[in-house]
């Protein structure tokens, strides 16, 4: 889908008072939390929902991207003008959570400012997608001072709390490879289970490009009509479809439905070959009721007697030429049209 549209996003309190002296800039940011989150900006109220699949598109595009998500200084990354680093995120993971970032360091003036108090929060750059309704990236985080997320964790957490939740090098890799493990089968890589870690992340990346690529193209062509499901494309094509056309295609799909039940029949022994056309008229009447009584009855017809069954299965759903000619005067191809039609 397209992004044309950023979001700052503060985050809240980043420091335990009690310890001041032990302030310890963190290795993991709790990004955004799944659900609802609310936020108070400019004096406005406002409220968004993350869910599981904006954390897995976020990470995939962070993935495609292939480079580090830098944390800047107020977001100076999106004024054009010079914009130090004050860290570098080197990746992102989902949990019960929300999006968590790791943090591959801090510059030595960015821990600095965090150790002594000067910087306490943080701030995330949401991409969204052109309706609004889904985070799809995360651009940039910033270090600031003026929050505005309700009830985000801690930024910047005192020593004895950070000692509270142990993180070895064993635990990372171990995480890290169950990650991995996740996205081989999730993508239909585990051809790559025991390759080299550069290899199984280049067939990541590019089973990842794929899917967004086909995203952007069904997005686009949803675009072009100006609709936002196929349902709606749907139901705004019938609505411009001639009565007299209309009437043709409903005819036509009742026909091939009906065929299709009562071949169905056939095959199951519920009714024998003389009775065809009583079923082909009883299906196209009413095709639900059809299918319950062919459910319900039993196998009736002996095993050696013709049936019709070993007549071909019904093809896949295709179009007519009234119904090509009515479709391709909106621009839709036949791969589309057919993707229409499997849908019905």
């Given at each position: 889908m397209k992004t044309q549209r950023l979001a700052l996003f503060d985050a809240v309190e980043a420091l335990a008072e009690s310890q001041p002296a032990k302030r310890t800039p963190p290795k993991e940011i709790l990004i955004v939390r799944l659900g609802k989150n609310k936020y108070t900006k400019n004096g406005q109220p406002g409220e968004f929902e993350f869910s599981e699949a904006d954390a897995d598109s976020v990470i995939a595009e962070f993935v495609t991207r292939g480079r580090d998500i830098v944390i800047d200084y107020e977001h100076q990354s999106l004024q054009g003008g010079p914009a130090p680093a004050a860290g570098w995120i080197e990746s992102l993971r989902k949990t019960a959570d929300g999006l968590v970032a790791r943090v591959k360091y801090w510059t030595e003036q960015a821990g600095s400012l965090l150790r002594q108090g000067e910087y306490r929060y943080f701030s995330p750059v949401l991409t969204f997608s052109r309706r609004g309704k889904s985070v799809s990236a995360l651009h940039s985080v910033a270090l600031t001072n003026h929050p505005a997320m309700h009830h985000n964790p801690a930024l910047v957490a005192a020593d004895n709390a950070a000692?509270?939740?142990?993180?070895?090098?064993?635990?990372?890799?171990?995480?890290?490879?169950?990650?991995?493990?996740?996205?081989?089968?999730?993508?239909?890589?585990?051809?790559?289970?025991?390759?080299?870690?550069?290899?199984?992340?280049?067939?990541?990346?590019?089973?990842?490009?794929?899917?967004?690529?086909?995203?952007?193209a069904f997005a686009d062509f949803l675009e072009l009509h100006d609709c936002a499901t196929l349902n709606e494309l749907d139901t705004k094509i019938h609505a411009m479809v001639p009565a007299s056309d209309k009437a043709q295609l409903e005819e036509e799909l009742r026909s091939r439905d009906a065929?299709?039940?009562?071949?169905?029949?056939?095959?199951?022994?519920?009714?024998?070959?003389?009775?065809?056309?009583?079923?082909?008229?009883?299906?196209?009447?009413?095709?639900?009721?059809?299918?319950?009584?062919?459910?319900?009855?039993?196998?009736?017809?002996?095993?050696?007697?013709?049936?019709?069954?070993?007549?071909?299965?019904p093809q896949a759903p295709s179009a007519s030429d009234a119904e090509r000619a009515i479709f391709r005067r909106l621009g839709l191809s036949d791969k589309q049209i057919d993707t229409l039609l499997k849908e019905k």
């Open positions: 000692d509270a939740v142990p993180e070895t090098q064993a635990d990372n890799k171990e995480q890290k490879g169950k990650t991995m493990h996740e996205l081989l089968q999730k993508l239909g890589l585990m051809a790559l289970a025991d390759a080299p870690p550069s290899e199984q992340w280049s067939g990541v990346s590019n089973e990842l490009k794929k899917l967004l690529d086909s995203q952007k065929l299709s039940a009562v071949n169905q029949a056939l095959r199951a022994r519920k009714i024998s070959a003389a009775f065809k056309d009583w079923a082909l008229d009883f299906a196209k009447r009413d095709l639900k009721a059809f299918q319950s009584w062919s459910d319900a009855a039993p196998s009736i017809i002996p095993d050696n007697e013709d049936t019709d069954a070993e007549a071909p299965a």
